[in-house]
């Protein structure tokens, strides 16, 4: 059974960071493609940034490059989502996600997901 289990999110002030992690349980970690997505209330879900298989490529989308990196560490199973210069629009509910080998930026093709954690950035 496959498990992605997301944490660290909270409420930060305008200008803050925060580190999300997404450990993932129940599959081979090393084959498959982690993405970061985030939906915001009456907002679609929306593509953030993802990694490859082997953490040596990465995507992000325009309104969070140069502010957010993701990394991963095959050895932990762990995909993290490093969050800097917070913005209030970008509070949401941050999700980790699974795709077997390539990352994608739509999250129609990704095959599993975590539940979800919320970011709240105030001004």
């Known amino acids: 059974q496959v498990q992605l289990v997301e944490s660290g999110g909270g409420l930060v002030q305008a200008g803050g960071s925060l580190r999300l992690s997404c450990a993932a349980s129940?599959?081979?970690?090393?084959?498959?493609?982690m993405g970061w997505f985030r939906q915001a209330p009456g907002k679609e879900r929306e593509f953030v940034g993802a990694i490859s298989w082997t953490g040596g490529s990465a995507d992000y989308a325009e309104s969070v490059k140069g502010r957010f990196t993701i990394s991963r560490d095959n050895a932990k199973k762990t995909v993290y989502l490093q969050m800097n210069s917070l913005k209030p629009e970008d509070t949401a509910v941050y999700y980790c996600?699974?795709?077997?080998?390539?990352?994608?930026?739509?999250?129609?093709?990704?095959?599993?997901w975590g539940q979800g954690t919320q970011v709240t950035v105030s001004s």
């Open positions: 129940g599959l081979t970690f090393s084959n498959w493609a």
């Open positions: 996600a699974a795709r077997a080998w390539t990352y994608a930026t739509q999250y129609e093709l990704y095959n599993y």
